[in-house]
């Protein structure tokens, strides 16, 4: 009879006697779940460095840059409500048309009733979370599958849209509004000289460095934290190394923000919502429970997850976003018209996909989201920038979003990650 | 000299990193029946879809030889072809269609591409006289039970004019009942001159039905015993499973049982999919501190579906009875209720109810205990590690970390996760469901121990097994359900196999 051999023990020490196929693929699968979650931010970097070769450089100019942001902020906004939905594996269909009609529930509100601008723009918000709850409701509570309520939803307030507006656009906005929407941060400061760069508003500067200082600071301490619980933390350099891409990044556009006209405000919004969703998504106890609705239903139910009402209310939270994408875009029009918001749910769903979502849920990031909106604005930028028509630009946008989820498929099948 | 209708020889199959597989033989003759045994992970479903050509040619080393003929199979369907028919674990039907639709599926009786619907129930019909499935065959799957779903199976492999069957694990979700009337079916079918290949951690199963069993651990043929000349027993065979001799499969236990810690009484609860039909019968039960209780019973006898009425009522409608926590009453309406008084419920089904099984061993461990971890709703993600650890630790996960994912745990490492989850909830009731199905001795073992120190720390522990070796082992005393009644109650001085097999069956009639 057959001792224990060396192969026993080395099989028990490695860890995994169950599944001996475990250890030789602990440090295989460690590399290929790294490509599988950073893929999307070097594939981003690839796609920056080819459009700004292919555009000499045009791409990366301050107003280009400027435009990219607030020409495609509330298709951001939207996809970070859509990423929360698709993990817990619904999906909405809606969001176009409800951008649609709170942008001409604002319209109307501000424009023929008169009402103040902050009391419409708060009866708006409030307006688009009774639109989610709406949806939130047949969905969670009467069991009707988010796909079908959402598509009915696309059709009733696309129709409510045109029934409110008839056949034409109401604008123009109060100031405000379009500042908020189209605008930048006034330069309280004054410019500063940045040498060959030329003037930069000192204002703008200072927050990026703050926001460079906070993420250094808040990262060192989670550091710090994890060390003092005894966990591994990666090395120093690496550290040093990741905290520097990020300062540099930050850098990098706020500078090129700041020699044009400043910070938009719609990206001061939009870091804002940003890093409250992460922060909600990964540390409270209803972002956790949003992942284990989607990572496996039943598990969640029997693990006491208030499934309903989870659901219910990241409907809700689609409708607020929706509502706040509404405003933005009708203000940046100055006018909410009856085809606002078209196709804004395939936009906001192909982000979520790129950036990493998967489609049977439970997997997901608000920055992957965001990422895969930015590579899809980056896309529809770079090319009209080279002139290329439309349909090519469509045409590019449907094979990337085909790769990203391909690639997502066939690294999740080549680590084996159900069974 | 008998003849062998398969040889596999120096079957080497390799993962990414590890052998698999590793100059693995196996013989089996024409007509008999061979059972496969080993831990999980030890390679016998691998060597299974090397066979059955999941993993094509060209994807493994050595030589497999069928029915005289050398085969290098590209897929499924050429062995299939060839005759070889394996049945996995987890049933391959589609729950919508019909019996006879299932049977005939990728195989149509067609004619010109139009089904020929008569024929296709008739044949069926036909095939499941042979299984002895009496059933419409245009009953849908979903409408009929596990058993009989692996009679359909079976069915199927006939229809496909099998000569090699392979049954992996065929009676780990069955009943006794179900188990006997497929182990006699398969007997039935050996003196059609049907070969089988079944994989089973069932020892006493492989005793009574095989005719040879080829050992497999770590990989590698540990020895072919022949159940005519050699001297077979479990014991035998489970230390050439685990390379060691298992003198006690149970940890010794003395349990200091203490007060009631709850009690159920009267209760009754109705099928939600077969209106007035009563699953629950005014079943009654009463768990102490400190001890193990077992709860027996047949598949169907409504185990599962009275621990799940009772933990938040999770399954059944018109529920009804009371409930006792700590001599007073109380009432749950749904989990949250449950985990609220300190209930916790142990799935019988890991990987359906238990788990997320693409998320890490830690937010597992924390998915029903977060409350604890968290401050106004914001989850202490370095408590929640530390906590992981420590239970990873303690239970022994054998895993790199706390931040692998679930999905790739062998099983008993995956049911350690459950129960972590459950114990982090600091629960003074567990119900644990089928604790140890389809985990290996080893790792039952350590469940079992895991099991004696929660009673150990004065909780009462409700344990529901369809192995009445396993309840005799571990608890302090046993329930008997039947058709969702309670039939009796026997301490463990007094608790026989048979005895309580005669409780489980009273009432059927």
Redesign the interface.
């Known amino acids: 009879m057959s001792s224990i051999t060396p192969a026993d023990v080395a099989v028990g020490a490695t860890g995994d006697g169950g599944a001996p196929r475990q250890p030789g693929r602990v440090s295989l699968g460690g590399l290929s779940v790294n490509l599988r979650s950073s893929g999307i931010y070097i594939a981003f970097a690839l796609i920056i460095v080819l459009f700004s070769v292919l555009t000499d450089g045009a791409l990366l100019q301050p107003q280009n840059i400027s435009n990219i942001i607030v020409q495609n902020s509330y298709v951001l906004i939207l996809a970070i409500g859509m990423i929360l939905i698709i993990i817990a594996g619904h999906i909405d269909l809606s969001v176009g048309s409800v951008v649609a009609v709170t942008g001409g529930l604002s319209a109307v509100l501000m424009v023929n009733m008169g009402v103040a601008w902050p009391l419409a723009l708060l009866i708006t918000i409030i307006a688009g979370a009774l639109i989610g709850a709406w949806q939130g409701y047949w969905i969670a509570y009467f069991g009707i599958p988010a796909f079908i309520v959402t598509l009915a939803g696309m059709l009733l307030f696309r129709a409510l849209t045109l029934t409110v507006l008839g056949n034409q656009g109401i604008g123009p906005f109060p100031d405000q509004v379009r500042t908020l929407a189209n605008g930048f941060t006034n330069g309280y400061f004054g410019n500063v000289g940045l040498g060959p760069l030329g003037g930069a508003d000192l204002f703008s500067l200072l927050i990026g460095v703050v926001a460079i200082a906070g993420m250094v600071l808040a990262q060192w301490r989670a550091r710090g934290a994890r060390k003092g619980y005894g966990q591994a933390v990666e090395p120093i350099a690496l550290f040093v190394l990741k905290m520097a891409a990020g300062a540099a990044l930050i850098l990098f556009v706020v500078v090129q923000l700041a020699r044009f006209k400043n910070l938009p405000w719609v990206l001061v919004l939009l870091a804002v919502l940003v890093l409250a969703y992460s922060l909600m998504a990964n540390r409270t106890v209803f972002g956790r429970q949003i992942y284990a609705i989607g990572g496996n239903l039943q598990a969640a139910v029997m693990s006491g997850v208030k499934v309903k009402s989870v659901v219910f209310w990241i409907f809700v939270n689609m409708g607020v976003l929706s509502a706040i994408a509404g405003i933005i875009f009708a203000g940046r029009l100055n006018q909410a018209g009856p085809t606002a918001g078209n196709s804004f749910e395939l936009d906001a769903i192909a982000a979520a996909f790129i950036g990493g979502a998967a489609v049977q849920g439970g997997v997901g990031k608000v920055v992957g989201a965001i990422t895969g909106g930015l590579i899809m604005a980056v896309i529809n930028n770079g090319m009209s920038l080279i002139g290329s028509p439309s349909e090519r630009v469509m045409l590019v946008k449907g094979a990337v979003l085909l790769a990203a989820v391909a690639f997502d498929v066939w690294t999740k099948r080549r680590t084996g990650a159900s069974r | 000299m008998t003849e062998h209708i398969l040889r596999m020889s120096g079957i080497t199959k390799t993962?990414?990193?590890?052998?698999?597989l590793q100059d693995v033989n196996l013989s089996v003759r024409r007509g008999e029946i061979h059972a496969i045994c080993g831990?999980?992970?030890a390679?016998k479903s691998t060597l299974m879809k090397v066979l059955s050509g999941v993993y094509p040619h060209g994807d493994y080393e050595g030589e497999i030889t069928f029915e005289g003929r050398r085969c290098e199979f590209g897929g499924i369907r050429d062995s299939e072809h060839a005759g070889i028919v394996i049945i996995h674990q987890e049933l391959a039907l589609s729950p919508q269609l019909s019996i006879a639709e299932n049977i005939f599926l990728g195989n149509e009786r067609a004619r010109r591409g139009v089904i020929d619907w008569n024929r296709t129930n008739y044949e069926a019909a036909e095939l499941m006289k042979r299984v002895g499935l009496r059933e419409n065959p245009t009953t849908p799957i979903s409408d009929i039970g596990v058993g009989k779903q692996q009679l359909v199976e079976i069915a199927k492999a006939l229809s496909k004019e099998v000569k090699l069957l392979i049954l992996d694990e065929p009676t780990a979700a069955l009943n006794d009942d179900d188990s006997a009337h497929l182990l006699d079916l398969l007997r039935g079918l050996r003196d059609e001159g049907i070969t089988c290949v079944i994989i089973s951690h069932k020892l006493n199963e492989v005793i009574a039905i095989a005719d040879a069993v080829t050992i497999i651990r770590?990989?590698r043929t540990?020895e072919t015993l022949n159940m005519a000349t050699d001297d077979v027993t479990e014991d035998r065979i489970i230390?050439g499973m685990v390379?060691?001799a298992l003198d006690n499969r149970f940890p010794p236990h003395e349990g200091t049982i203490g007060e009631e810690a709850f009690r159920i009484e009267d209760w009754t609860v109705y099928s939600p999919s077969q209106p007035g039909r009563k699953v629950v019968d005014g079943a009654g039960l009463t768990l102490r501190r400190g001890e193990i209780v077992g709860l027996a019973g047949l598949m169907g006898a409504g185990r599962t579906e009275l621990a799940m009425s009772v933990?938040?009522r999770?399954y059944g409608v018109n529920i009804s009875g009371k409930l006792y926590k700590d001599g007073k009453p109380i009432e749950i309406r749904?989990?949250?209720d449950?985990?609220g008084h300190g209930i916790a419920?142990a799935?019988e089904d890991r990987k359906?109810?238990?788990?997320?099984?693409?998320?890490d061993i830690k937010?597992n461990i924390?998915?029903?205990g977060?409350?604890g971890l968290?401050k106004r709703?914001?989850?202490n993600?370095?408590?929640e590690?530390?906590v992981a650890?420590r239970f990873r630790a303690g239970m022994n996960i054998?895993?790199?970390g706390v931040t692998s994912?679930v999905?790739?745990?062998?099983?008993?490492?995956q049911q350690k996760v459950v129960l972590s989850?459950w114990i982090l909830t600091e629960p003074d009731v567990l119900i644990l469901d089928e604790p140890t199905r389809g985990?290996?001795v080893?790792?039952k073992y350590e469940i079992y121990t895991i099991i004696n120190r929660l009673a150990d720390q004065g909780k009462a522990v409700l344990v529901i097994s369809s192995e009445l070796p396993e309840l005799l082992g571990l608890c302090d005393r046993i329930y008997t359900l039947s058709e969702g009644r309670i039939t009796g109650e026997v301490p463990r001085a007094e608790a026989t196999q048979e005895r309580l097999m005669y409780l489980m069956t009273k009432g059927q009639e």
């Open positions: 993962f990414p990193g590890v052998k698999a831990e999980n992970g390679g770590d990989g540990i230390s390379g060691r933990f938040g999770t749904n989990v949250q449950a985990i419920y799935t359906r109810y238990g788990l997320n099984l693409i998320e937010r924390s998915a029903a977060l409350k968290s709703g914001w989850v993600e370095n408590e590690y530390r650890e054998k895993a790199p994912v999905g790739k745990l062998s099983g008993g490492n989850k985990i290996d080893g790792a």
